[in-house]
């Protein structure tokens, strides 16, 4: 078996956790609008997945508004 097949399960919650890392990263940098075309972009996917495994990008549109606003 392929080793991709054992982390399929685990891919939904490592782009997730990429997504918020890269909020973090921007909010930082103090670029609140690139924030805002991510969260745009993943918003178009709508309730369709972003990739094989991955959240829907209204998942991913919600974690990034929420790291956004985050402290």
Same mark, same amino acid.
């Given at each position: 078996?392929?080793?991709f097949y ?5 891919? =939904? %919650? &490592?782009?997730? $956790? !990429? $997504? /918020?890392? /890269? /909020?973090? &990263?921007? =909010?930082?940098? =103090?670029?609140?609008? !690139?924030i805002e075309?991510a969260r745009? @972009?993943?918003?178009?996917?709508? $309730? %369709? ?8 990008? %209204?998942?991913? /549109?919600? %974690?990034?508004? @929420? =790291? !956004?606003?985050?402290?």
């Amino acid at each position: 078996m392929q080793p991709f097949y054992y982390l399929r399960p685990l891919l =939904k %919650n &490592m782009e997730l $956790d !990429a $997504d /918020a890392c /890269a /909020a973090h &990263m921007l =909010k930082l940098a =103090k670029e609140p609008e !690139a924030i805002e075309r991510a969260r745009v @972009r993943m918003q178009e996917f709508g $309730d %369709n997945q972003t990739g094989a495994y991955y959240p829907t990008g %209204n998942e991913r /549109a919600s %974690n990034i508004a @929420r =790291k !956004a606003l985050e402290h």
